[in-house]
């Protein structure tokens, strides 16, 4: 469980119903948590759910979507749905090298500069498991993200004339290595689903274009509908909407999706060295 807190509210509103209308508002619990209160209908005075948080991308991390209803004792709810996430691959490949030298190089006050570039491309696939249980008892649904990009490393090396106190010269070798990566392509995709045929899986459709510096990414699928642009990613808060037979599911996919695996967050998870 995540270092925030969650009180129980002073009115505990009921749980969701199957196909009921829901727009709520998933709000860190605390600056530095990574658990999660959910508000119905994205109204901070109406405190809804909790969803508890464990472990990081690279150590299969575990969701709970609870209800405020506890057993005497009990510092946990009841669980509405629960999910296991895995980075199942994690690859690069199409490795290229390129040395150049530039003696005019601004960022040289002395002389010749070095520069090392490095491309390669990359890979990752992540599974999200959903059950109906903490035991993972019941399983209800599997997600699928496959994600590919590239990257570039670029190393820098010079030589600087350095003079000390007593007015002697050296010379010291600089460096500096910048890394930029790229999302060039994700897909989302319902895999299984309790009591549905692989014809009839649900998609998920994701709209926009990541690696803007102004953009809109937004998911729509018969599960759940969520947003987030170039200003929010990293925002404590996320709104996710959805009308699904099971609520809880849509709410807890919603979140993990937009807030978990989104672009940026593959992007910035992804190791390429």
Not at 105 to 131: P, R, T
Not at 132 to 150: F, L, N, P, Q, R
Not at 173 to 200: F, L, N, S
Not at 220 to 230: R, T
């Amino acid at each position: 469980m995540g270092c925030g807190s969650s009180s129980i509210p002073d009115v505990i509103i009921p749980d969701p119903t199957p196909g009921q209308a829901c727009n709520v508002k998933f709000k860190k619990t605390g600056m530095f948590a990574s658990d999660q209160n959910v508000f119905q209908d994205c109204d901070l005075n109406k405190k809804w759910l909790m969803m508890d948080k464990s472990g990081s991308i690279w150590s299969n991390p575990t969701y709970c979507l609870e209800n405020f209803i506890r057993e005497p004792g009990s510092k946990r709810g009841q669980c509405l749905c629960f999910a296991k996430l895995k980075v199942t691959d994690a690859k690069t490949y199409g490795r290229e090298c390129h040395e150049d030298s530039d003696s005019s190089s601004a960022d040289s006050s002395d002389g010749e500069v070095s520069e090392l570039v490095i491309k390669m491309k990359w890979a990752q696939a992540v599974k999200v498991k959903f059950f109906t249980d903490k035991e993972c008892t019941k399983e209800i649904a599997t997600i699928k993200v496959k994600a590919k990009g590239k990257a570039k490393k670029t190393i820098t090396q010079w030589m600087e004339t350095i003079t000390d106190g007593e007015g002697n010269e050296s010379e010291e070798q600089r460096e500096k290595t910048e890394i930029d990566k790229k999302v060039k392509k994700v897909k989302y995709a319902v895999t299984e689903m309790k009591g549905v045929d692989k014809p009839d899986l649900p998609p998920i459709k994701l709209e926009g274009k990541p690696n803007k510096s102004a953009y809109k990414l937004k998911w729509d699928s018969p599960l759940f509908q969520a947003e987030i642009d170039s200003n929010g990613w990293g925002s404590q808060e996320i709104d996710v909407k959805t009308d699904y037979s099971n609520p809880a599911l849509g709410m807890l996919m919603g979140y993990i999706i937009a807030k978990e695996i989104s672009p940026d967050d593959i992007l910035d998870k992804v190791s390429v060295w």
